[in-house]
């Protein structure tokens, strides 16, 4: 590892000094870079369980693509994204990232949706050297350390989707602080990196706000009758269901509680944030809470942009993982903008990619977007309800601290 | 814990009605028709189709559903178990070509273009969906502090009323006694004149449509429908319940489906979802060394 870090720095040396020997100032790289293509990879949940939210990082990636292209896209080179879908399964997630890495084409790659892929896929980025943004991933152990149990860091690996250790906290101190609900039950699902961590987070958090967890309720994914699950849970009585669960999980579970008498609150994760899970909970999840890393009308300068750019092309209302899959396109473009990338050196210019990552300084739709020392997001957490037709209201922001 | 033996009941009743169709095929042909669960799941998908994509009502489009599954039973028949059968195959060919045939099913709803009959699975990406809540009531009753929904009594009512009727069909009837004569012994009953072939295709017609039918009943009360609702909710317990029941017996594939709903959730319960699965499946063992023909499995004369 120390050995490999040092032919980095040295081959960065080498690099830079051979750039600066050969032609000075920045008018020249940007020459260089004219009728060239970045190439991107993109590893998505198109279909399966995490289908709900591939597609919408997609649709905002593309659109960032072909914003940054017809304005004349980054210093005069194109951008060109290859999506993969995984199928929501960890062991073709890591097979698409391999097939994607062995082109050697690729300058960065995106992805994957789900945090249970990430497990396979970011250490397998890492070792080859390329440069790999999560867009959605909010597990625990993403950034910095990827090989999580061991804690080196892995300096390849970003993200800008706000972490469920960050989330799940905001979100039960706001309602705690309105509300101040006595007891509640967990639900998660136990066989997904996602949902156990989120559950983990639940159950470390609600002590500090005085709620007492009466049971968690485990199950696994492919459950098809929610019914005895739900029931065990209802019969608690409980204020509040904290729900930690992916796709359509925590949509049938809203239906079947509501059906089964429940009047208190669902307060729930990531898993509740695209308008795919809020229509199909309806008028069952109206009011349901979750922290989000993105909301509609939030005020940020480049987001009403966004918003209109994507009712355009699409017809219909972003989600919060359009709006990061939107954000991670022009995060890289703006680190390729000034890498200095050569086009006939594809390790070197990942390298070179990951290091001007590092100083990312731009305005997004999730708002001013630098990455922590930990290659995480630091931003503003919106929580927001479900409002029974497939929308969200916002129910306050909480800024970082 | 009222509650908790209402949905074991619920869950119980599909996998009675899947596995009824499941031990029909196997009492009469001989085979284990692996196909099952796909038709299971294109009960489901057509239905939904119909209602959800083409405006139809509910239930004609659950006629629609059972007739075009009933035909695919006859396609499983022609394609995947006569030509075997006419070259003396042994069974374990005709279970091979059945899964071949499960495999297809599932692939052709998978690769729906955006235009096709199944485009729904490309709505938006969740793979999973359900029926839309104006096409079909579903009214709650609160009794007793007990939640009833309506969908799941209707799948209760059908069970037992389609049992029945089942059990009339096979004793009382012509059919019947053809099938129970096919079942017996396939040589005598073609020796007494009963064509064999013609009783073949009237089986996995039946338990097709069965099948279709248990298929769309699921999907219209569990809320999830999709392309692997057969392989990975119903497959593998189906085997379990018809072994359970005894191979071949109807009374013992409902009893056994009843079971098995049981056991899971009483597992589920005690013990959580953790282990749910391996207790439902170590009671099952344990009642097959006590009586390794199952509950109802009899010498092979008493089948059906």
């Known amino acids: ?401 | 814990m009222a509650q908790q033996l209402l949905n074991a009941i619920f869950i119980g009743s599909i996998y009675a009605l899947f596995a009824v169709g499941y031990t029909l095929v196997f009492g009469v042909l001989d085979v284990l028709n692996l196909a099952h669960s796909a038709v299971f799941m294109l009960g489901a998908v057509i239905t939904y189709s119909l209602v959800a994509l083409h405006g139809v009502p509910f239930l004609p489009a659950a006629v629609i559903a059972v007739l075009v599954c009933g035909l695919l039973g006859l396609l499983i028949e022609f394609v995947a178990l006569r030509p075997l059968r006419r070259r003396n195959a042994p069974p374990i060919s005709a279970l091979i070509s059945t899964i071949g045939l499960a495999l297809i099913f599932v692939a052709i709803v998978e690769q729906a273009t955006p235009s096709s009959f199944f485009h729904w699975l490309w709505q938006d990406g969740a793979n999973s969906v359900r029926f839309p809540s104006n096409a079909v009531p579903n009214p709650t009753f609160h009794v007793l502090g007990l939640t009833i929904e309506g969908t799941k009594l209707l799948i209760l009512i059908t069970t037992v009323v389609l049992m029945l009727v089942l059990g009339y069909v096979i004793r009382f009837t012509q059919l019947g006694r053809a099938l129970r004569a096919v079942a017996e012994n396939r040589r005598a009953a073609t020796l007494l004149g009963i064509q064999v072939d013609r009783i073949f295709a009237s089986t996995l017609f039946l338990s097709s449509a069965l099948g279709g039918l248990a298929g769309l009943l699921f999907g219209l009360a569990i809320s999830d429908i999709s392309p692997y609702i057969g392989r990975d909710q119903v497959e593998l317990k189906g085997l379990a319940v018809i072994v359970l029941g005894g191979m071949g017996s109807i009374p013992g594939a409902v009893l056994g489906g009843y079971l098995l709903g049981m056991i899971e959730v009483l597992a589920f319960v005690r013990f959580g979802s953790n282990i749910e699965a391996g207790v439902a499946f170590a009671a099952l063992f344990l009642v097959l060394v006590l009586r390794p023909q199952g509950l109802f499995g009899a010498r092979l004369r008493e089948r059906l």
């Not at chain 1, 809203?254 to 899970?277: D, K, S």
Request: glycine letters at 10%; a neutral charge; aromatic letters at 6%.
């Open chain 1, 1 to 401: 590892m120390r050995t490999g870090a040092r032919a980095i720095v040295v081959g960065l040396v080498l690099l830079l000094s051979a750039c600066g020997g050969s032609a000075p100032g920045g008018a020249s790289s940007s020459n260089s870079y004219q009728g060239k293509t970045i190439q991107l990879g993109a590893i998505l949940s198109l279909t399966g369980a995490g289908g709900v939210y591939g597609p919408s990082s997609q649709k905002g990636m593309q659109l960032a693509v072909d914003k940054i292209n017809n304005s004349g896209g980054v210093n005069g080179a194109k951008l060109a994204l290859d999506v993969r879908d995984d199928a929501s399964d960890k062991a073709q997630s890591a097979q698409v990232a391999q097939t994607l890495i062995q082109q050697g084409q690729l300058l960065a790659l995106l992805g994957p949706t789900l945090s249970n892929s990430a497990v396979a896929v970011h250490p397998l980025a890492e070792s080859f050297k390329i440069p790999i943004l999560a867009v959605s991933t909010t597990g625990i152990h993403i950034v910095p350390d990827c090989n999580y149990p061991k804690t080196d860091p892995c300096t390849y690996v970003f993200r800008d989707s706000l972490g469920e250790e960050t989330a799940i906290p905001t979100n039960i101190k706001v309602y705690a602080a309105k509300a101040h609900p006595k007891t509640g039950v967990l639900m998660v699902a136990n066989d997904d990196k996602f949902s156990s961590d989120g559950g983990k987070i639940v159950q470390n958090t609600v002590g500090q706000y005085g709620i007492q967890l009466l049971d968690t309720v485990a199950f696994p994914k492919a459950t098809a009758d929610f019914s005895p699950v739900v029931t065990k849970a209802v019969q608690k009585h409980p204020d509040v269901i904290f729900i930690t669960s992916l796709g359509g999980i925590p949509a049938k579970i809203m239906i079947e509680a509501r059906r089964q008498g429940f009047t208190g609150q669902f307060l729930g994760g990531n898993g509740f944030n695209t308008a795919v899970v809020s229509t199909q909970a309806a008028d069952a999840g109206k009011g349901a809470e979750s922290g989000s890393a993105w909301y509609l009308n939030n005020t940020f300068p480049s987001n009403a942009d966004f918003v209109h750019n994507y009712r355009t092309k699409y017809g219909g209302d972003p989600d919060q993982f359009a709006a990061q899959g939107y954000a991670a396109i022009l995060i890289l473009a703006d680190a390729a903008k000034r890498a200095n990338l050569t086009f006939s050196d594809t390790p070197g210019d990942r390298t070179k990619l990951r290091d001007a990552m590092q100083s990312v300084n731009i305005q997004t739709p999730l708002g001013p977007f630098q990455f922590t020392q930990n290659h995480d997001v630091k931003q503003t957490v919106w929580v927001i309800a479900m409002d029974g037709h497939g929308g969200f209201t916002l129910v306050s922001s909480v800024n970082p601290s």
